[in-house]
């Protein structure tokens, strides 16, 4: 499997302009979650989805931020209007099972993105 | 008071001596506790889960548990230079449906 898949790897963009983050989860796996870490704050779940119904959104910091689910295999997060203390890496991440096992998560290799 | 607590570091020591990495969570009702190691520009990768009180082996990897005290903790034993790493603790309440909250991380070094 080629495990979680993130793109872009890297993002530079100006201040005020849309960003779009996008993610496949391993095949099969019917939660996805969406972190973002910083130096100041770690990592912190902006949202979770579990078969491509958002179950918890109280981590998205404010209206701007946005994700979608549209199918088994994909997921955005957009940013609009991005500012530059969006500035942070991205990780998408997804799990199976039941109980404990869906939160043994799987990282994909994140998005660092950077507003100007 | 932070949900999930550790030592920032950064925490050094020598090649083939115990790495003893710790954790504190305020919830009691936290269920389920995991580890994951962090390469410098990479992503979290999960090592250790552990759901009861009580130690949990594998291969140089031991996590322990003590829910009285609230507190996870990991050691590596025998460590090697490969183990140089973030190191973040999480914890699951089990009534927050699938969130995992994660601490800071501690910064490891293993010098050879």
């Known amino acids: 499997d080629a495990g979680v898949i993130q793109s872009p790897r890297h993002e530079v963009t100006e201040m005020g302009q849309e960003v779009t983050l996008r993610c496949k989860p391993i095949?099969?796996?019917?939660?996805l979650f969406w972190y973002r870490q910083t130096m100041m704050r770690g990592l912190e779940l902006l949202i979770y989805?579990?078969?491509?119904?958002?179950?918890?959104d109280s981590g998205m910091p404010e209206d701007r931020f946005s994700a979608k689910m549209p199918n088994a295999s994909f997921s955005t997060l957009k940013i609009q209007p991005s500012e530059p203390r969006d500035s942070a890496v991205y990780f998408c991440a997804s799990s199976t099972g039941q109980s404990r096992n869906r939160v043994k998560l799987f990282f994909g290799s994140g998005t660092q993105l950077s507003v100007l | 008071q932070k949900e999930v607590e550790q030592n920032s570091g950064p925490l050094s020591v020598p090649e083939g001596a115990i790495a003893s990495l710790n954790c504190t969570y305020s919830?009691?009702?936290?269920?389920?506790f995991f580890w994951y190691r962090q390469y410098s520009g990479k992503s979290p990768e999960l090592i250790m889960f552990?759901?009861?009180?009580g130690d949990k082996e594998d291969g140089r990897f031991t996590a322990q548990l003590n829910k009285a005290s609230q507190y996870v903790s990991l050691l590596i034993r025998d460590s090697q230079p490969s183990d140089s790493a973030t190191y973040l603790c999480a914890v699951n309440k089990g009534t927050s449906g699938s969130r995992l909250t994660f601490g800071e991380g501690t910064q490891l070094t293993v010098n050879p």
């Open positions: 095949s099969g796996h019917d939660y």
């Open positions: 552990i759901y009861s009180n």
């Open positions: 989805f579990n078969n491509n119904v958002p179950i918890d």
């Open positions: 919830d009691r009702g936290s269920q389920s």
